[in-house]
């Protein structure tokens, strides 16, 4: 069974940094689209940023320059480093992953309503 445990959230003034992980199990991780994906209260999911297996990224407009993406393929993991962090990035952040030929192109990972695999979620609270 496919497994995705996030991990890595918490609360931050405005400016600060945090470290998102995603451990995950069950499957040939390597080979995989993976990504991060937030909803806020009221809101809908909005994709923040995807790693395809070769290593391309992509990054949601609003989080350009402020966030970084990586994937350890040998440990199993994808990080989220989210620096300058806004109270609009307050949300639950939740691992997903799609297997090999879900997409032309890995922007196409931010824009799909639904995934494949998901992790429980964490959440992002950032106050003013």
């Known amino acids: 069974r496919v497994q995705l445990v996030e991990s890595g959230g918490g609360s931050v003034q405005a400016g600060g940094s945090l470290s998102l992980s995603c451990a995950a199990s069950g499957y040939t991780y390597s080979n995989y689209y993976i990504g991060w994906i937030r909803q806020a209260p009221g809101k809908e999911r909005e994709g923040v940023a995807a790693i395809g297996r070769g290593g391309d990224t992509v990054f949601a407009d609003s989080v350009k320059g402020r966030f970084t993406i990586s994937r350890d393929n040998g440990k199993n993991t994808l990080h989220l480093q989210m620096n300058s962090l806004k109270p609009e990035d307050t949300a639950m952040y939740y691992c997903?992953?799609?297997?090999?030929?879900?997409?032309?192109?890995?922007?196409?990972?931010?824009?799909?309503?639904?995934?494949?695999?998901w992790g429980q979620g964490t959440q992002v609270t950032v106050s003013s």
């Open positions: 997903a992953a799609d297997p090999p030929g879900s997409f032309l192109w890995i922007g196409q990972f931010l824009s799909r309503p639904t995934h494949s695999e």
